[in-house]
C-alpha cells in the first residue's frame, strides 16, 4: 500500500517554472518506480515523466523531454517533478503514480496514484 499526496502546484504565466513534489506515506518507497501523468480539460491522462527506484534512470515524454527534470529522495520518500518554460498546453491536473514492477510507462501500469495538483499556465 502506498498514499501519494502532490503539492507545488498553481497558476503561472508561461515561461515560468514550477516544481512540484509528491509525498510518499509507504515504508517501501525505495522500491516503487515512481511516475507523473497529467490530465488536460476534456482529454485523457497521459505519461509525463517516470524514474526507476533507484533513480538511475529516467523517462519523459518527448513534449517535455528538454524542459521537465524528475527526480526522487528516498531517504525523504519524496518525488518530485521541475517543470520549466512551462506553456500553456502543460495546464492540467499532475498525478503522481507508484508501481511495483517495469515495463511500458501507462496509466495502466501504475498500481498507486495520488489526488493530483493543478498546474495552470496562462499565455
Known amino acids: 500500500q502506498a498514499q501519494l499526496v502532490e503539492s507545488g502546484g498553481g497558476l503561472v504565466q508561461a515561461g515560468a517554472s514550477l516544481r512540484l513534489s509528491c509525498s510518499a506515506s509507504t515504508q517501501t518507497f525505495s522500491s516503487f518506480d515512481m511516475g507523473w501523468f497529467r490530465q488536460a480539460p476534456g482529454k485523457e491522462r497521459e505519461f509525463v515523466a517516470g524514474i526507476t527506484w533507484n533513480g538511475d534512470t529516467a523517462y519523459a515524454t518527448d513534449s517535455v523531454r528538454d524542459r521537465f527534470v524528475i527526480s526522487r529522495d528516498n531517504r525523504r520518500d519524496t518525488l518530485y517533478l521541475e517543470m520549466n518554460s512551462l506553456k500553456s498546453e502543460d495546464t492540467g491536473v499532475y498525478y503522481c503514480?507508484?508501481?511495483?514492477?517495469?515495463?511500458?510507462?501507462?496509466?495502466?501500469?501504475?498500481?498507486?496514484w495520488g489526488k493530483g495538483t493543478l498546474v495552470i499556465v496562462s499565455s
Open positions: 503514480a507508484a508501481r511495483g514492477s517495469g515495463g511500458r510507462w501507462s496509466v495502466g501500469s501504475m498500481d498507486y
